[in-house]
């Protein structure tokens, strides 16, 4: 654990030796971002947060909290105790609860428990940064010049603001493969956890480790789900670990194709009554 302290006030340079607005601009309000921001407004400095997500094609958006809390660890994390749960009840007659019953899942449920939980954690992010004094600005930054950044809202009201230094914290977003129809038809994990409608039959494109827990949770959850591989699972990661999950995934009902890659994304039917459009 790494200790942060404020450097002897002779040599420290004081807040007011600069013609900017504030002493720090971070661009960028995940997990690093925050801490960041929370940790040199602690320290004395003058700090601003710059947080905006850019909507998916599906429109899907979300607060400040980055991917971890609002469309990675912590929504990936309930379903996958929504899809242990189900599994349990399988299981339960071995152990004498012989009155339980697996009944149809709610999908509308599980999303709409999780995304109110994740509510309450993006206000409660926002009412930290207002008591540590943190200037929070829900709005796309650019760089103007080495120390300017223009701010532009969902509205498309522009502003500028000066920095002495900017940290750029920023996340990564799901790619969408260069085929016809994927960005029109296909969803991401940028979309999964606050989807308003039951996915359906569901094909996941990758073998990467996102993918393969998506998959893990929509199976769990009763839905039919097949992985599409290029080459092998979990590129990058030890292929011996690797096999023996896919072998498992297999074995509890996960389908898989490989070698393959799709080419193009076609609309059967369109989403429509809450339920999910046709794709193939």
Known sequence: MFRVQAPPEENSQKKDDHPYTFDLAVLGGGSGGLACAKEAAKLGAKVCVFDFVTPTPLKTTWGIGGTCLNVGCIPKKLMHTA????????????????????????????????????????????????????????????????????????????????????????????????IPGASDYAITSDDIFSLKYHPGKTLCIGASYISLECAGFLHGLGIDTTVMVRS?????FDQDCASKIKEYMEVSGVKFIKPAVPTKIECIKAAENGEAPELR
Do not use: C
């Open 83 to 178: 899809s242990i749960y189900g599994e349990l009840i399988d299981d339960a007659a071995y152990f004498g609860w012989d009155t339980l019953e697996k009944n149809q899942h709610s999908w509308m449920s599980m999303v709409g428990n999780i995304q109110g939980h994740i509510k309450k954690q993006n206000w409660k992010i926002r009412v930290d940064l207002r008591e540590k004094d943190v200037t929070y600005y829900n709005e796309m930054a650019s760089f103007v010049d080495q120390h300017t950044i223009k701010g532009v809202n969902k509205r498309g009201k522009e502003q500028i603001v000066t920095a002495n230094k900017v940290v750029m914290a920023m996340g990564g977003r799901p790619n969408y493969p260069d």
């Open 232 to 236: 092998v699972v979990l590129r990058g």
